[in-house]
């Protein structure tokens, strides 16, 4: 063989060589992500029903140490929680020693500090379980089992970014009132053999109080962040005006998501990608009232989108608002980790997991079986959605790596 055809043979070997390595690296590392995705996924699944179960393994810690010892810039609480049961059911069974009315807002809510020092914000049951919320997607007063239910779904879809939620009957007469401050007691009234309160906010009425069932009342408690974490707000570029006749921007600019692309923080970093997350989420759940978000304070938007506030959701199980999933059409981008997890969901596993994870709270069950149907029927057309995007612009482009080391040291 001359030696000019030899140097194109060896050429052409080369050039096989280097793209049977690249495509090998690809597959493998592919392959090594999707089964992180898969065992991350059986992990949960397998630990979805929670214990509310008064033992710690760490019997030296307090409940409120061991959940605030979780909280890292990417997430509230870690995959591994065996200590998850103690902490809930101490939310759910420890004495309150303070009563007071709710932080800044619009719907009504009670501050409690719990035995032990530890911050919680009550939610009182406004609805029954099968009320249909009509009108605007984010009508109605809050609704406390939709906190419960949108912490469980958190946890299903392995974002951990919800604080912790759960159910918690209380008695107005013997546990509120005799710590409650001026403040919050002089909102308490009786409404036929009902004790009521209405408190203080934006909405907040003496003509809309939340009663009890007697003096029991039903509501859910949340969990608050450790104050060493002080939280920033910022206004969701895909925010609603909330005036009629008044469109956002998003709301007719088909090139919105370039222009969110090139401002601060959604220009570098995981921001745009959890604004995506969190359309998913809200989606599911119905909720069309994320104007703002919250994320930990001087982050320069590396720490995630705390999913706050998630109580105008589950309000009417027919209303599937498209709208709320504007940031994942107009940008057709999603994380390659929550499109597979959503894939794993489908066929009716989101509805059973849901059902699963919420078994064991106080207040079930949580929601509706029509809540509970509606959820697999978005489920489809949020993947439906990413379909959408890939055909138009290539798999390539809208599933995005971004898969971060997290730590809990």
């Known amino acids: ?44 699944m397998a630990n979805l029903h929670v214990e ?48 007071d009315v709710g932080y800044k807002g619009t719907q009504l809510k009670a501050l409690l500090i719990l ?19 009509e009108g605007e997607p984010y009508a109605g007063y809050d609704r406390h089992n939709a906190e419960v239910a949108a912490f469980h779904l958190d946890r299903i879809l392995g974002f951990r970014r919800a604080p ?4 918690r009957f209380v008695n107005l007469r013997t546990e509120i009132k005799p710590v409650a401050t001026e403040q919050l ?4 009234m009786t409404v036929g053999n009902n004790t009521c309160f209405y408190g203080k906010c934006y ?26 974490w002080p ?28 222009a969110v692309k090139k401002t601060s923080p959604y220009d570098s970093g995981p921001r745009l990608l959890d604004i995506i997350d969190t359309a998913v989420f809200d989606y599911l759940i119905g909720n069309a009232d994320r104007h703002h978000y919250e994320s930990f304070q001087d982050d320069e938007g590396a720490s995630m989108l ?27 981008i999603i994380r390659v980790s929550t499109w597979n997890r959503l894939n794993y969901l489908k066929n009716g596993v989101l509805k059973s997991a849901l059902k699963t994870a919420m078994s064991h709270d106080p207040i079930s069950p949580v929601l509706s079986d029509r809540h509970l149907d509606a959820l697999d029927q978005r489920l489809v057309s949020i993947l439906a959605t990413v379909k959408q995007c890939t055909d138009q612009f290539g798999t390539d482009v809208v599933l995005v790596e971004d898969r971060m080391t997290l730590s809990h040291l």
């Open 1 to 44: 063989m001359k030696l000019k055809q030899r140097v194109v043979l060896l050429a052409i070997l080369l050039v096989i060589f280097i793209f049977t390595k690249v495509f090998l690296i690809d597959n493998l590392d592919t392959s090594a992500a999707n089964r992180e995705d898969q065992r991350a996924f059986h992990h949960m």
């Open 231 to 258: 939280l920033q707000k910022h206004r969701h570029p895909w925010g609603r005006t909330y005036r009629e006749g008044k469109l956002a921007r998003w709301e007719y600019d088909e090139s919105y998501c370039d």
């Open 115 to 133: 035995e032990g020092g530890q911050k919680v914000v009550f939610k009182p049951k406004r609805y029954a379980r099968d009320y249909v919320v």
């Open 203 to 228: 909405y907040c009425r003496e003509t809309e109080p939340a009663c009890a069932d007697g003096d029991i009342m039903e509501g859910s408690v949340t969990l608050w962040l450790p104050d060493v």
């Open 185 to 188: 007691l002089g909102t308490f």
């Open 164 to 167: 912790l939620v759960v159910g």
């Open 306 to 332: 705390i999913l706050l506030d998630n109580a105008k959701s589950f309000g009417n199980p027919a209303l599937d608002e498209r709208s709320i999933l504007a940031p994942l059409y107009q940008c057709c």
């Open 52 to 99: 509310l179960d008064p033992r710690l393994d760490h019997t030296l810690q307090s409940p409120w140490e061991i959940a605030a010892q979780w909280v890292v810039p990417r997430e509230v609480y870690p995959e591994e929680t065996p200590e998850l049961g103690a902490v809930m059911h101490a939310m759910t069974t420890k004495k309150i020693i303070k009563a």
